[in-house]
C-alpha cells in the first residue's frame, strides 16, 4: 500500500521529525513474488513525504518511510500516471559494483560481553525476534541488528548499532573480488530521533585493508549527506575487508554496507 501525505502549510506539527503521518492518497498495489512494478502517480499539491506497506511480504521494515524534500531536479519531466510491469529487477547493483551488506554472510561482528548473569538470564527468556529498537537515550553496549527505512538493504533495511567506545566492538566486511583496482564506499545513514537533539556527531573510525598494506580513515558526519560515502580507490587482488571499530565522538555508531567499484 503506498501512502502519501501532501504539503499543507495549514497544518500544525509540520517538522520532518513528526511521526504523526496524514495519508491524503492511498493505493493499494498486489506484487506477486519474483515480479517487478513501476508506479507513477500526479499530484496537484507537492506531496511531501511517501509510506510503503509491506503488507505480508519478507520486506523489512513492514512501513519503509521516504521523505519529499523537493522537485527542482524532476520538474520537466514527461508526466507518468500508470502502473506498470518491468523485467524483475534482481539486484540494486550494476556491473563492476560488489556491495557486502550487514544482512550478507561477508559481515561479521566483533565484541567482548561483560553482563552479569541475571541480566543474561532475563535476556535468553526474551528472546523473540533479531531486531531490537535503537535505545538513543541509552546505547546497547552490544552490537544489536535494528531496522529503518534509511538504512541500505536489497529486501531488508537492517544494519548494527552500539554504543561508542574506545574501539573494543569491531564491525568487518568482506568480499571475494576479481584482480583490479577499486574505490571504495562505507554507508551512511543520519536517523532522525525526533525531539532526541544530541550535539554529539559521530565519526566513523574504519581500516581498508588492500594489496598495499592498510589506510586508516576517519569519517566524520557532520557535513556529509547519508548514502554512499567515499574512502578511497584501492588494489584488491583477492579477499578485500574493511573494518570498523566503535570509537567514536558520538554516542553510538551503525554497522551497514561496504561498496566496491571496479575502475575500469
Known amino acids: 500500500t503506498v501512502n502519501i501525505e501532501e504539503t499543507n502549510p495549514n497544518r500544525k506539527n509540520e517538522g520532518w521529525w513528526d511521526d504523526n503521518f496524514n495519508t491524503d492518497f492511498s493505493r493499494s498495489l498486489y506484487i506477486p513474488a519474483q515480479s517487478s512494478y513501476e508506479a507513477g502517480f500526479v ?6 513525504r511517501m509510506s510503503i506497506e509491506t503488507h505480508i511480504s519478507k520486506n523489512l521494515p513492514n512501513n ?6 523537493g522537485f527542482d531536479e524532476i520538474r520537466n519531466v ?4 500508470t502502473v506498470s510491469k518491468v523485467p524483475f529487477m534482481t539486484s540494486q547493483l550494476t556491473e563492476g559494483e560488489y556491495v557486502v551488506d550487514n544482512e550478507d554472510k561477508g559481515f561479521s561482528i566483533q ?4 553482563q552479569a548473569f541475571l541480566k543474561s538470564l532475563i535476556k535468553r527468556k526474551n528472546v523473540g525476534s533479531k531486531y531490537a529498537y535503537v535505545r538513543y537515550w541509552d546505547p546497547d553496549r552490544e552490537w544489536k541488528a535494528v ?3 534509511d538504512f541500505y538493504g536489497q529486501s531488508i533495511r537492517s544494519a548494527y548499532y552500539t554504543r561508542a567506545g574506545d574501539g573494543e566492538r569491531k564491525a568487518t566486511w568482506k568480499a571475494k573480488l576479481p584482480v583490479g583496482f577499486y574505490e571504495v564506499y562505507f554507508y551512511i545513514n543520519k536517523i532522525n530521533f525526533g525531539w532526541y537533539r ?5 565519526d566513523y573510525n574504519l581500516v581498508v585493508y588492500h594489496d598495499g598494506g592498510q589506510e586508516k580513515i576517519n569519517l566524520p558526519t557532520e557535513n556529509i549527506d547519508k548514502g554512499w560515502s567515499y574512502l578511497g580507490t584501492f588494489t584488491f587482488s583477492d579477499t578485500a575487508r574493511v573494518e570498523l571499530s566503535n570509537k567514536s565522538k558520538g554516542d553510538m555508531i ?4 561496504v561498496k566496491w567499484v571496479k575502475v575500469k
Not at 198 to 202: D, E
Open 147 to 149: 531496522l529503518n527505512s
Open 198 to 202: 544530541n550535539k554529539k556527531a559521530s
Open 254 to 257: 551503525f554497522a551497514d554496507a
Open 111 to 114: 565484541q567482548v560481553t561483560n
Open 78 to 81: 514527461p508526466v507518468f500516471n
Open 64 to 69: 519503509i518511510s521516504y521523505d519529499f524534500p
Open 43 to 48: 499530484f496537484a499539491v507537492q506531496p511531501r
